[in-house]
């Protein structure tokens, strides 16, 4: 089993109301490692944050960091999230604009790849983290395709998510061995669907997607406790050579804290090795 991380994006609103203590309860459900989501957020120094991290016993390994963010002040914005620890730095999504589908897109491209080459300057890997929208045609390929296609892997390595893949249309495990050598960081996040426990891949409902995250009311679910084949997209990562996976549940089971959500995903993959 490869190492697992926590993405702090679960337990944001926790994190809030008591940072330290947060971070202590997901150490305490035996959580090592941790990706960063919205670290700039909380007001604290680089060296605050790691401190808070170290005393909890906690290691950030990657982070998501806003496109326009590090697009506006690259070199600082890169190198806060790299004194915490952090060896990733990950596009986490795009605007409207931003996208395939919108007007900024092609400079967008570009752009990414200026931050691939600024971040390896610094010492780190720069990531991209999909959701369903990258699986819509761009020139006769997926947008995501045509993504990693237009930028050179040594500047933007993938950090694929497996829910937003298979709502996009594709399986997963496939997707990941696509892209071989290129997949450092995987993201496990596991849905129930409301079709009888299965979900077609058709394009109509990522809309479907779209409009059930925006009511809150998208399925998400524990690792394992879901549709999703997760032995065989465990089996994708180790032979595309991962080295990470990431646990993340965007809200948790209904009835359930997103601590508890957590450690039950952590206690599925456990039972797993």
Not at 102 to 113: F, L, M, P, R, T
Not at 116 to 138: I, K, M, Q
Not at 248 to 268: V, W
Request: glycine share 8%.
């Amino acid at each position: 089993m490869l190492p697992i991380m926590l993405q702090l994006y679960n337990v944001r609103n926790e994190l809030a109301q008591d940072f330290d203590g947060t971070l202590a309860q997901v150490a305490g459900i035996g959580y090592k490692y941790v990706e960063l989501a919205l670290a700039a957020s909380f007001n604290k120094t680089s060296s605050q944050f790691k401190a808070s991290l170290d005393k909890a016993g906690l290691t950030a390994v990657s982070a998501h960091v806003p496109y326009q963010d590090m697009v506006a002040d690259p070199e600082k914005v890169i190198t806060f999230h790299l004194e915490i620890g952090c060896k990733f730095i990950v596009i986490p999504f795009l605007a409207q604009e931003d996208r395939s589908t919108g007007s900024n897109y092609e400079q967008v491209k570009q752009n990414i790849a200026k931050l691939g080459e600024t971040v390896a300057v610094l010492g780190g890997t720069l990531l991209y983290h999909n959701h369903e929208f990258e699986f819509e045609d761009y020139k006769g390929k997926y947008a995501l395709d045509d993504l990693y296609d237009s930028i050179p892997a040594k500047l933007l390595q993938t950090e694929i998510d497996v829910c937003w893949a298979k709502v996009g249309g594709v399986d997963p495990a496939d997707y990941i061995r696509k892209y071989k050598g290129r997949a450092p960081v995987v993201h496990l996040k596991d849905f129930d669907s409301s079709q009888g426990g299965t979900l077609k891949a058709d394009y109509d409902l990522i809309g479907e997607a779209k409009k059930a995250r925006q009511s809150g009311a998208f399925p998400f679910r524990a690792v394992g406790c879901g549709i999703q084949d997760i032995p065989n997209i465990l089996k994708a990562a180790a032979d595309a050579g991962s080295q990470w996976l990431v646990v993340e549940q965007d809200l948790p089971t209904p009835g359930k804290t997103p601590i508890e959500c957590a450690k039950d995903s952590l206690n599925y993959l456990n039972a797993l090795k």
